[in-house]
């Protein structure tokens, strides 16, 4: 039996009105959301972010019907690294240092009301997201507030209007694996010698740590003094290779690490028979190990100061006087304390 037009007509009302409060209903509980968040990682790192969360007023467990921006938080190296996705399932990443900067950019992202109690008194922000005083309406021309809407403060804005950028290091670091330095060295030899020279080293990032080679060449700034006139000139050289364990803390960059590698101390102006060079040259080549630490601060675009401190050892240097054609050498250092000073490209 087929259904009248009356009856027809009363059905495809009741249901359109159905229709509308039930989207009314979701439309007044979705204004009543209030910016969440759900932290996801390690037990230890996602309880410590949700405390500072918390401490902030961001509400970590979002009321039943509501969306909240979804976390997830992993450890890289000695650094921590976001992956937000919002609302509407867009994800943004990011790469902070510790706990305290991941509260700081996950609040900067769940919404604009929670910045309103950090204004002063008496300050609103811009009127077009948050309204104005009614009482301004009264004032301005006296006209009568039922002709013009009474305005709504949005309590759930888009999740994209306050973003917090990581650090220019720490961003930085997530996209960069190569660095090249040029510096300038001085160096001080357990002999009470006097060096300066020259250094060029590069590294690529390998998970936490920086392989990279080391090359450089001092000149001993007064070997006759120090020989007794023995000697005329001494130079030295190394190449090696390099560990880093670079780390950022706030606008700096550091890079403590060690080498290892092949060193070789050039002796020359010696001999009864200056004009004989076999007479008056000798080399000595040894194994050479060291540590240093380094801390670079950025002054343009991929460009960056760095300054550094460290220690380098002649595994088997000759360090007392030795005979060589007929004439006493001095010994050579077994140790040197190193200061640099130089430009690194890349990550600092």
Wanted: hydrophobic share 45%; net charge negative.
């Amino acid at each position: 039996m087929g259904w009248s037009a009356q009856v027809t007509r009363r059905l495809a009302t009741a249901l359109v009105a159905a229709g509308l409060a039930c989207l009314s209903g979701r439309a007044a509980a979705a204004a009543d959301c209030l910016p969440a968040v759900l932290v996801h990682g390690p037990e230890q790192i996602r309880t410590a972010i949700t405390v500072e969360l918390a401490r902030a007023g961001v509400h970590v467990t979002p009321p039943p019907g509501c969306v909240a921006e979804d976390v997830t938080v992993s450890e890289r190296g000695l650094g921590l690294n976001l992956m937000m996705i919002d609302a509407y399932g867009r994800v943004t990443r990011r790469t902070v240092s510790d706990v305290l900067a991941a509260a700081a950019v996950i609040e900067s992202r769940t919404g604009a009301d929670l910045l309103v109690p950090l204004l002063p008194e008496g300050e609103v922000l811009s009127g077009e997201r948050y309204g104005t005083d009614s009482s301004q309406n009264d004032s301005q021309g006296g006209k009568d507030e039922g002709d013009l809407p009474a305005p709504v403060e949005p309590r759930a804005p888009a999740p994209e209007v306050v973003a917090k950028a990581a650090p220019v290091s720490e961003a930085h670091a997530a996209t960069h694996g190569v660095t090249l330095l040029v510096a300038t060295e001085m160096a001080a030899g357990s002999d009470a010698s006097a060096w300066a020279g020259l250094s060029l080293s590069g590294c690529v990032t390998l998970g936490p740590v920086c392989l990279g080679t080391l090359l450089r060449f001092w000149h001993d700034l007064d070997a006759s003094d120090e020989s007794a006139d023995v000697i005329h000139r001494r130079d030295a050289g190394e190449v090696a290779v390099s560990l880093d364990l670079p780390f950022s803390r706030g606008r700096f960059a550091f890079r403590p690490g060690v080498e290892l590698g092949i060193g070789w101390i050039h002796m020359g102006g010696f001999g009864a028979h200056a004009q004989d060079v076999d007479d008056n040259e000798f080399d000595h080549g040894d194994v050479s190990a060291g540590a240093h630490v380094a801390a670079a601060v950025a002054v343009w675009r991929h460009w960056s100061l760095e300054a550094g401190l460290g220690v380098s050892f002649s595994l088997f240097a000759h360090q007392a006087p030795f005979f060589v054609n007929g004439v006493t050498l001095p010994g050579e250092p077994l140790a040197y304390g190193v200061a640099t000073l130089g430009f690194r490209y890349g990550v600092p």
